[in-house]
């Protein structure tokens, strides 16, 4: 018997946890309290809490802490909390917890020290089960929760949505709607509403670990806010209004940089109150949110441009574009409340041009879609080689109760200009000094200017002329194939095959490129003297090869004939052709018995 009733004592005994740490306990010293552990039920409804902390606070790091993350990531729809985490548990009304003007949050709950500690729906300290002191385990907070968490009976008569969207600028937009579908509201509600960090990395427990929704900043009327950086536009409280017309919307845009880790970080808490006050609780909760547990999403999910005039991913001056979009309920929610679809150009400046009218967003039930287009005529877009890109947009506007009204609801099409080619300079790939009868190959490359053609969409052209002249030809060119397609060094290669008749001396050549719409391209820069084509031999004129004499050579005067045993003399103009060297100079014999030297 004896040993049973220890057994019993030991097993109660390890329900027993240290809950409070105040500013004469020592770590190791601090005040022990019966916690029976529960598993945390579902409560039927969201719950909200504010939760005091500190940074050298032994029990909240290893169980007040892990207690709220293990809620919320059990109830992530149901439970949503702010953590007002000071520097030290002594002193738990620091501005690092978010007690500063015109809030003072700690002190409205009528906190100056100790913690861990818990309010659930309000609840000022000492006012009974909801404002809970002192953690030993991470389930120490399940009661709370579990039991109402002090929300108001008339919950279901309000929703609230927090949407939060980076900017891309360096600001986050925040957006909070307020819904109520009962019979009578109050005359003012309070929106209470903080920006967090969803990882406390700026405020880590001395051991490291590092809690959730630590306060950074308290979301003010009229747009304003206050952190420890100041107060951004000079408000004097919390957000009041009305909700005789059954709906409202706040926005605010903050820096990212007021949690560390920036916007993919940021973690906005709100809660419907009934009032609010400095220096006391109690006041009623109704409903409560935050930007991760929004079940309404709207979202931009594709757009594409089409040219209507030619089958290419560019455009030129007074093609037609098709746009094409596609909007879908993406949420846990159907959605019924409106909305507007428009698509715009943007300008080089970056403002919005619309594109036709705005079209009406349609009621989407949960995975729906809707399918918008319009047509734009680019007449009056310049094709600009240092502006090479159309930028198309089409965005959702005047939605409510969005989980992210910004970066989601709108998506950009970069569609590219379809630009005149350049050439470079053609370069030799062999000797510049050729004989008769042999080749010389020419390398072509150039740049297509645009992001549409590449040199596999491409083709050019060659020429050649005597140096200077300016009397250019294909007729000694063949070739023009694309070498090393795709690689570093891709180039169209002619072959420049000069025949005997052709005349010596120094020859320029010049290329161009014509991309896939037939855009021809600026002759290159010439190369001038690119080639030197060396003497040729003379040579006796038959009729066998009148296309190899060259063409300064007298024309050719047809065999000559002798009468028999008369001495005759024979012009042999146009019968030895030398392009040149003239005929008296040259030595001329035969070794014909009849031929006279």
């Known amino acids: 018997?004896?040993?049973?009733?220890?057994?019993?004592?030991?097993?109660?005994?390890?329900?027993?946890?240290?809950?409070?740490?105040?500013?004469?306990?020592?770590?190791?010293?601090?005040?022990?309290?019966?916690?029976?552990v529960f598993s945390a039920s579902d409560p039927g409804h969201v719950v909200f809490?504010?939760?005091?902390?500190?940074?050298?606070?032994?029990?909240?790091?290893?169980?007040?802490?892990?207690?709220?993350?293990?809620?919320?990531?059990?109830?992530?729809?149901?439970?949503?909390?702010?953590?007002?985490?000071?520097?030290?548990?002594?002193?738990?009304?620091?501005?690092?917890?978010?007690?500063?003007?015109?809030?003072?949050a700690v002190n409205h709950l009528g906190e100056t020290g100790g913690a861990p500690k818990t309010s659930f729906g309000d609840a000022f300290t000492g006012s009974g089960s909801s404002f809970m002191t002192g953690c030993g385990s991470n389930t120490c907070w399940d009661p709370g929760f579990s039991n109402n968490g002090r929300t108001h009976s008339t919950v279901a008569d309000y929703s609230l949505g927090v949407a939060q969207g980076d900017n891309g600028d360096g600001t986050s937009t925040i957006t909070i709607s307020a819904d109520y579908v009962g019979a009578?509201?109050?005359?003012?509600?309070?929106?209470?509403?903080?920006?967090?960090?969803?990882?406390?990395?700026?405020?880590?427990?001395?051991?490291g670990y590092k809690g959730g929704h630590c306060w950074e900043a308290w979301l003010l009327d009229?747009?304003?806010?206050?952190?420890?950086?100041?107060?951004?536009?000079?408000?004097?409280?919390?957000?009041?209004?009305?909700?005789s017309s059954g709906s409202v919307s706040y926005t605010w845009t903050v820096s990212n940089s007021l949690v560390a880790q920036g916007a993919s970080n940021m973690m906005t808490v709100a809660a419907l109150y009934s009032g609010w006050s400095t220096s006391t609780a109690n006041f009623d909760v109704f409903t409560a949110s935050d930007s991760g547990m929004n079940p309404m999403d709207l979202s931009v999910t594709d757009?594409?441009?089409?040219?209507?005039?030619?089958?290419?991913?560019?455009?030129?001056?007074?093609?037609?574009?098709?746009?094409?979009?596609?909007?879908?309920?993406?949420g846990q929610?159907?959605?019924?409340?409106?909305?507007?679809?428009?698509?715009?150009?943007?300008?080089?400046?970056?403002?919005?041009?619309?594109?036709?009218?705005?079209?009406?967003?349609?009621?989407?039930?949960?995975?729906?879609?809707?399918?918008?287009?319009?047509?734009?005529?680019?007449?009056?877009?310049?094709?600009?080689?240092?502006?090479?890109?159309?930028?198309?947009?089409?965005?959702?506007?005047?939605?409510?109760?969005?989980?992210?009204?910004?970066?989601?609801n709108r998506l950009d099409s970069y569609v590219p200009h379809d630009l005149v080619p350049s050439t470079s300079k053609p370069i030799s790939a062999g000797s510049t000094t050729i004989q008769r009868g042999e080749t010389l190959d020419f390398e072509v490359s150039g740049m297509a200017n645009d992001n549409v053609d590449d040199m596999s969409t491409m083709s050019a052209e060659f020429e050649t002329s005597g140096a200077g002249a300016n009397q250019w030809t294909v007729a000694w060119v063949s070739g023009g194939n694309l070498m090393g397609a795709g690689g570093a060094n891709e180039r169209f290669v002619f072959t420049v095959s000069p025949p005997n008749s052709a005349g010596s001396g120094d020859y320029d050549v010049r290329a161009r490129l014509i991309d896939a719409r037939g855009q021809v391209?600026?002759?290159?820069?010439?190369?001038?003297?690119?080639?030197?084509?060396?003497?040729?031999?003379?040579?006796?004129?038959?009729?066998?090869?009148?296309?190899?004499?060259?063409?300064?050579?007298?024309?050719y005067p047809g065999q000559p004939t002798v009468k028999v045993e008369t001495i005759e003399r024979i012009d042999v103009a146009g019968l030895i052709c030398d392009a040149e060297t003239p005929l008296d100079q040259l030595v001329i014999s035969s070794h014909s018995v009849f031929g006279i030297q």
């Open 184 to 207: 009578a509201p109050l005359s003012t509600y309070t929106l209470y509403a903080a920006v967090t960090e969803e990882v406390c990395y700026s405020h880590a427990y001395t051991n």
């Open 333 to 408: 929610e159907d959605y019924s409340d409106g909305g507007q679809i428009q698509f715009f150009e943007i300008t080089s400046s970056g403002s919005e041009s619309p594109i036709g009218q705005a079209v009406s967003l349609n009621n989407l039930i949960i995975g729906a879609t809707q399918s918008v287009s319009a047509e734009f005529d680019t007449s009056s877009i310049s094709m600009n080689p240092s502006d090479p890109t159309s930028v198309f947009r089409v965005k959702l506007t005047g939605t409510i109760g969005e989980k992210n009204m910004v970066s989601n």
């Open 1 to 36: 018997m004896i040993l049973a009733a220890l057994m019993l004592m030991m097993s109660w005994g390890a329900l027993i946890d240290a809950v409070d740490m105040n500013e004469n306990d020592e770590d190791t010293g601090a005040l022990q309290t019966a916690d029976v």
């Open 222 to 243: 009229g747009g304003s806010h206050v952190s420890n950086s100041g107060n951004v536009g000079g408000g004097t409280g919390f957000q009041t209004f009305s909700l």
């Open 303 to 330: 757009m594409t441009v089409t040219n209507l005039d030619a089958s290419s991913a560019g455009f030129q001056t007074g093609d037609r574009l098709q746009l094409d979009a596609t909007i879908g309920n993406t």
């Open 49 to 104: 809490s504010q939760y005091i902390t500190s940074d050298n606070c032994g029990f909240c790091m290893d169980y007040g802490s892990p207690a709220h993350k293990k809620l919320k990531a059990d109830w992530g729809d149901k439970y949503t909390y702010v953590s007002l985490h000071s520097a030290s548990y002594g002193d738990t009304d620091d501005a690092e917890s978010g007690n500063v003007n015109p809030i003072s």
């Open 521 to 555: 391209g600026d002759w290159s820069t010439v190369n001038s003297d690119a080639f030197t084509l060396m003497n040729g031999l003379p040579m006796v004129v038959t009729a066998d090869n009148l296309g190899e004499v060259p063409s300064n050579c007298p024309a």
